[in-house]
C-alpha cells in the first residue's frame, strides 16, 4: 500500500497536480517559521541579556544603604556585588558673579560597576547625545568625573573644566554616551554626574533627611544562586517588616517604550494572521481542485478492486508525504529568511543573539500538518465516496457526514492557527470573525449579484455579453465561490498594502517626530508668561501649561492607605509616595475616557479621574471616595471617570486629575511639555540658567529611542508582509484557476458549434471583468472595515478612512480579471475542439 502511495506521489508531482498544494504550503511555513526563529532567538536574548537594563542581574533598592549581612550573604554565594549611590543636588560651575549653577542627578558607583553591560564615554558632545561611544573598562578616576553632554552648555564648561559638587571640585574627564541602568524617572532624566563612590564623602552632600537612593546590584554565573539570593532577601525582608526597600524589576518606569513594543507585537501578530489565514484558503482550494482532478482516477481504482478504505489510506498518505515535503522546505526556508528579519532589526541587537533552537522548527512542522489536516483533507474524504460508475458516467455521490465534518475539524483547525500565532484572543477572534463575515456577506452579495446580471442577459446585443452571463449563470455556485475567494485575496492584499500603509501612518503618528522632547518642571505663576514669550520666540507656539500639585493619598472610602494595605510591589510603592496631581476643566489631549464621564459641572462636587492602569493597581473603581493630603490639607474626591493614556505621545500626563473647585485653594506649580527644534536646543539651558528654580528635563535620547525601535520594527514587518503578500497572490491564482478545466470544455464545446476566437475571448474578458469588478470592490469595503476596526478596538489609535482603498479595489479586479482572461483564452487556443471534447 505504501509503495503504490509513493508511485501515485510521483504520477501526480508529473502531472503537475501537487505543485500548486506544496507551494502553497511551503509559503505559510516559511512565513510562520521565519517570524517563529526571529521570536525565539529575541526571546532567548532577552531572557541572557535583559539583566543589562538593570546593570545586574538583581538590583535592591532602599533608602539607606545595604546592611552588612546582605553583603556577607552574597558574599557567601560567591556572588559580585556594586553599589550605587544616587540623589538630586546642584553642580556648579565659575567662580564669581560668573558662577552658574544647574540641578543634577548625581551618582556614585563602587569599582566594578555596572555588574552588566557597559557604560559608553566620549569625548565629543555630539556623539554623546547621539549615544556612541568607546566602553568604559572602569568607575571614574578619584577627583574626576564623567557627565552628561547636556551639563556643558548649562555650565558654560567643557570636557577638561572643573566643576563643583558640594564642598569638592572636580575635573570632568569624558562625556555619558550610554548608561545601561539609568531607567526613566524624572530625576534621571536631570544631567547626570558620575563618580566614585571614595569621592563622595568629601563633598559633603550625603546630610541626614537628603533624598537619597541606595542600590545593591548583584550578579552571578549561576543564575540559581542569583535567584536563592533573591529568595532568602524576600523572606528577609518579610521577617523584619522592612520598608522603602525594593526589588526592582524591568517592567518599571518605561511605559511609553512599552507602548511602542506592544503595538510592535500586534502588527507582527497580525501579519502570522494574515500568512495563516490566506495560506489555509490556498491549501483548501488547492485541494480541492487535486480532488476534482482524481475522481476519475478514484473511480477507476474502484473497479480494480479497492476498497474506500484502501483509496482514502493512498490519498492521505499521499498528502501525508507533500505535506512533510512542504513543511520540511519551509522551515528551511523560514530558517534561512529568519536572518533576513535580523539583519534589518540589527541596530536593536545589543549583542549577537544565541543559536536557534529546534522549537520553531517543530512547530513549523506541526503548522503544516495542522493546515493539510484541516483544510486538505475534507476534500480528500470525498474522494472515498467515488462510486465505481463514474468511469462510465460522470456522477458524483452526495458528500457523507464524515466528510461534511471534517470541515468542522477545518473550521477548529483554523481558529486554532489564529490563537496560536496571536497570542492574543482578543486579536484572533477579531481578525478571524472579520474573514468570516467577510466570507458570509460576500457570498450573499455575489449571488444578489448574479439575480440582477440575470434580466440584463438581453439588454446588450452582444454574443460576447450573452455567453458571458449565460456562463456565470450556468454555475452559481461556481461563480459566487469564485467572487468570495478573489474578494478575500484581494481584501488581504488592500489590508497588506494600501490599509498596512493607513495603519502604520497612524501608528506613528501615535508617536509622531514632532512629539514633546522637553519637559520644564517647577514652573511658578509670575514665571508663566515670561517662559511662553521665550519659548514662542525659538518657534515653539501654544505650549500647553498643567497644574502639578503634589499629594500624598492617605484614605480610600474613609480606611487608611498604608503600604501595608497592600501586597503588591507597586502598589505598596505608590502607597509609600507622593502623587503628581492636577486639575483643569477640559480632558487633556490623548486620554480617553474608558469608564464614566468626565465632569461637567466644574464648581460642583470634588471630582477624580483616574488613569486605568493605577486605578486596577490600588482596587479603584467609579464611586470610590480618594483622600489625599496636600501640604498639610486634606481634599476628598468620588473617581467619576477612568481614563486610557497614551503614553507613546511622550506629553504630560497624570494619574489623578480632580475638578478645579476642589483644588483651588492648593499650592501649584506648573509642568509643561513641548518639542523644541534641534536649532534651538540650547533654549533649554537659556531657561535653567535665567530661572534657577526650574528644572528642564531633556527627554530627546528616550524619543530617539522610540522612534528608533518603531523604524527597525517596520522593517521586520515590511519584510513578514511579503510572505503574506506572495500568499494573498496564491490564493488569487488558485480562484482564477478553480474553474479552469470546465471552462476549457465549455469554450471547446462552444467552438464546436460555430463559436469564433474572437467571440469566447471578449466573452471571458466580460465575465472575469464582472466578477472582477464585483470582487474588487467587496474587497475594498471589507479591508477599510477591518482597518478601522484594528486601529479602533486593538490598536487603540485614530483612523481616516482612505477612498484609495477604492479605486485600488476596483484596479486589482481588473487586473486580475484581466490575467485570468488571458490565461483562460491561452488554455482554450491550446487545446482543440476534438481534443476538448473527446477529454471531456
Known amino acids: 500500500m505504501f509503495a503504490q502511495a509513493i508511485r501515485m506521489t510521483l504520477r501526480d508531482w508529473r502531472a503537475g497536480q501537487l505543485r500548486f498544494l506544496l507551494v502553497a504550503l511551503v509559503v505559510a511555513v516559511a512565513a510562520l517559521s521565519a517570524s517563529g526563529f526571529f521570536i525565539d532567538r529575541l526571546r532567548a536574548a532577552l531572557d541572557r541579556d535583559a539583566h543589562q537594563l538593570l546593570g545586574a542581574d538583581m538590583v535592591i533598592t532602599a533608602d539607606q544603604p545595604a546592611p552588612q549581612a546582605w553583603r556577607d550573604e552574597a558574599r557567601r554565594r560567591g556572588l559580585q556585588q556594586a553599589f550605587t549611590v544616587v540623589f538630586p543636588s546642584m553642580a556648579q560651575a565659575g567662580e564669581g558673579d560668573a558662577s552658574l549653577s544647574q540641578l543634577a542627578s548625581i551618582k556614585a558607583v563602587t569599582s566594578g560597576y555596572p555588574l552588566r553591560g557597559r557604560v559608553r564615554v566620549a569625548n565629543n558632545a555630539e556623539q554623546a547625545n547621539d549615544g556612541l561611544g568607546d566602553p568604559a573598562a572602569d568607575i571614574p578616576a578619584a577627583g574626576t568625573v564623567w557627565v552628561d553632554a547636556g551639563l556643558l552648555p548649562a555650565l558654560n564648561t567643557q570636557v577638561g573644566g572643573t566643576i563643583r559638587l558640594g564642598d569638592q571640585s572636580f575635573t570632568i574627564a569624558r562625556l555619558i554616551a550610554a548608561e545601561p541602568d539609568r531607567g526613566a524617572s524624572f530625576m534621571n532624566f536631570a544631567p547626570r554626574v558620575m563618580l566614585r563612590e571614595d569621592d563622595l564623602q568629601a563633598t559633603g552632600l550625603v546630610q541626614p533627611g537628603a533624598r537619597i537612593t541606595y542600590r545593591m546590584l548583584v550578579a552571578g554565573q549561576d543564575i540559581q544562586a542569583v535567584q536563592a539570593f533573591d529568595g532568602w532577601l524576600q523572606a528577609t525582608i518579610k521577617a523584619g517588616n522592612l520598608r522603602n526597600v525594593r526589588l526592582e524589576s524591568l517592567e518599571a518606569g518605561r511605559p511609553e517604550m512599552r507602548a511602542t513594543l506592544d503595538r510592535a507585537d500586534r502588527f507582527l501578530s497580525l501579519v502570522g494572521l494574515l500568512s495563516a489565514m490566506l495560506a489555509a484558503v490556498a491549501v483548501a482550494m488547492a485541494a480541492r481542485r487535486f480532488m476534482a482532478r482524481n475522481l476519475d482516477a478514484c473511480a477507476m481504482l474502484r473497479c480494480l478492486g479497492l476498497t474506500q478504505n484502501q483509496v482514502t489510506a493512498l490519498y492521505l498518505i499521499e498528502f501525508a508525504l507533500v505535506g512533510l515535503l512542504g513543511s520540511l522546505i519551509g522551515v528551511a526556508l523560514g530558517f534561512l529568511s529568519h536572518f533576513v528579519l535580523l539583519k534589518s532589526l540589527g541596530a536593536l541587537m545589543v549583542a549577537d543573539l544565541p543559536p536557534a533552537t529546534i522549537v520553531p522548527a517543530l512547530q513549523g512542522m506541526a503548522v503544516g500538518m495542522l493546515l493539510l489536516a484541516g483544510f486538505a483533507l475534507p476534500p480528500v474524504l470525498q474522494l472515498r465516496n467515488v462510486p465505481h460508475n463514474r468511469v462510465i458516467r460522470r456522477e458524483a455521490a452526495a458528500p457523507q457526514p464524515m466528510a461534511l465534518a471534517t470541515y468542522g475539524l477545518g473550521l477548529a483547525s483554523f481558529f486554532a492557527l489564529l490563537l496560536w500565532q496571536a497570542r492574543d484572543v482578543k486579536l484572533a477572534s477579531l481578525t478571524g470573525l472579520g474573514f468570516l463575515a467577510a466570507f458570509g456577506i460576500f457570498g450573499l452579495i455575489g449571488w444578489l449579484g448574479l439575480n440582477v446580471l440575470k434580466p440584463l442577459r438581453g439588454a446588450v446585443h452582444s454574443q460576447a455579453w450573452r455567453f458571458a452571463v449565460t456562463s456565470l449563470q450556468r454555475r452559481p455556485g461556481a461563480t459566487v465561490v469564485q467572487v468570495v475567494s478573489l474578494a478575500l485575496g484581494l481584501m488581504a492584499l488592500l489590508l497588506l498594502t494600501v490599509v498596512r500603509g493607513d495603519l502604520m501612518t497612524a501608528w506613528r503618528n501615535a508617536t509622531p517626530p514632532d512629539a514633546p522632547n522637553r519637559f520644564i518642571i517647577n514652573i511658578q505663576p509670575d514665571q508663566k508668561e515670561p517662559i511662553a514669550a521665550k519659548l514662542a520666540g525659538a518657534g515653539v507656539a501654544n505650549v500647553p501649561l498643567y497644574p502639578m500639585i503634589r499629594g500624598r493619598l492617605t484614605a480610600i472610602n474613609d480606611k487608611p492607605v498604608t503600604a501595608t494595605t497592600y501586597t503588591d510591589e507597586r502598589a505598596k510603592g505608590l502607597a509609600e509616595r507622593e502623587f503628581n496631581l492636577s486639575t483643569m476643566a477640559d480632558i487633556p489631549p490623548e486620554n480617553k475616557i474608558v469608564a464614566g464621564q468626565w465632569y461637567a459641572d466644574q464648581e460642583g462636587k470634588p471630582e477624580a479621574s483616574v488613569e486605568e492602569g493605577i486605578a486596577k493597581t490600588l482596587g479603584l473603581k467609579l464611586g470610590d471616595r480618594m483622600r489625599f493630603d496636600i501640604a498639610g490639607s486634606p481634599v476628598e474626591a468620588t473617581i467619576t471617570s477612568l481614563r486610557k493614556l497614551e503614553w507613546g505621545s511622550m506629553r504630560v500626563n497624570f494619574f489623578v486629575v480632580i475638578n478645579p473647585k476642589a483644588m483651588a485653594d492648593t499650592p501649584q506649580s506648573w509642568i509643561t511639555a513641548f518639542h523644541l527644534p534641534k536649532q534651538h536646543a540650547a533654549m533649554g539651558n537659556t531657561l535653567a540658567r535665567d530661572y534657577p528654580n526650574l528644572t528642564v528635563v531633556d527627554v530627546g535620547a528616550v524619543l530617539r529611542q522610540v522612534q528608533g525601535v518603531l523604524d527597525q520594527v517596520m522593517l521586520a514587518v515590511e519584510f513578514l508582509f511579503g510572505f503574506t503578500l506572495i500568499s494573498g ?22 467552438r464546436a458549434l460555430g463559436a469564433t476566437r474572437q ?57 486580475c480579471a484581466i490575467i485570468g482572461g488571458y490565461l483562460g483564452l491561452r488554455s482554450v487556443l491550446k487545446h482543440p475542439p476534438l481534443q476538448t471534447l473527446r477529454n471531456a
Open 729 to 750: 497572490v496564491l490564493v488569487l491564482y488558485a480562484a482564477l484557476m478553480g474553474s479552469q478545466d470546465e471552462r476549457t470544455r465549455e469554450a471547446g464545446l462552444l
Open 759 to 815: 467571440q469566447l475571448s471578449r466573452a471571458q474578458l466580460i465575465e472575469f471583468l464582472l466578477v472582477g469588478a464585483l470582487a474588487g470592490v467587496l474587497a475594498a469595503t471589507g479591508a477599510a472595515a477591518m482597518g478601522w476596526g484594528l486601529a479602533t478596538y486593538q490598536f487603540k489609535f485614530d483612523w481616516v478612512f482612505n477612498p484609495g482603498v477604492w479605486a485600488a479595489g476596483l484596479a486589482a479586479g481588473a487586473l
